[in-house]
């Protein structure tokens, strides 16, 4: 059974950062290129950041330079350190493998970046 847990999220002020933490379980970790995704209220659910097996990574303009994604091959473990935090970085974070079909969601961690 494919399951990925997130956490890590909460409330922070702009400019503060948050290091979020994904188990995943139930899948080949070490085969897959992981990405995380977010979703803010009202819009689709988007790609931020990914990884490849071998570490090589992609992130999205509004996010270079800001956010790290890094991952465990050992503990199947997938992490986004958020650094620089603004008010747009607010949304629900995912992760999940980096395919247009990617397998089912977890709950999700919450942001909210505000004063």
């Not at 970790?29 to 992981?34: A, C, D, G, K, L």
Request: proline share 4%.
């Amino acid at each position: 059974q494919v399951q990925f847990v997130e956490s890590g999220g909460g409330l922070v002020q702009p400019g503060g950062s948050l290091r979020l933490s994904c188990a995943a379980s139930g899948i080949l970790f070490s085969f897959y290129s992981m990405g995380w995704y977010r979703q803010a209220p009202g819009e689709q659910r988007k790609l931020v950041a990914t990884i490849s097996p071998s570490g090589n990574t992609n992130y999205t303009d509004s996010v270079k330079g800001r956010f790290t994604i890094s991952r465990d091959n050992v503990k199947h473990w997938v992490y986004l350190q958020m650094n620089s935090l603004k008010p747009e970085d607010t949304a629900v974070y995912y992760c999940n493998i980096d395919r247009t079909d990617p397998f089912d969601w977890g709950q999700g961690t919450q942001v909210t970046v505000s004063s």
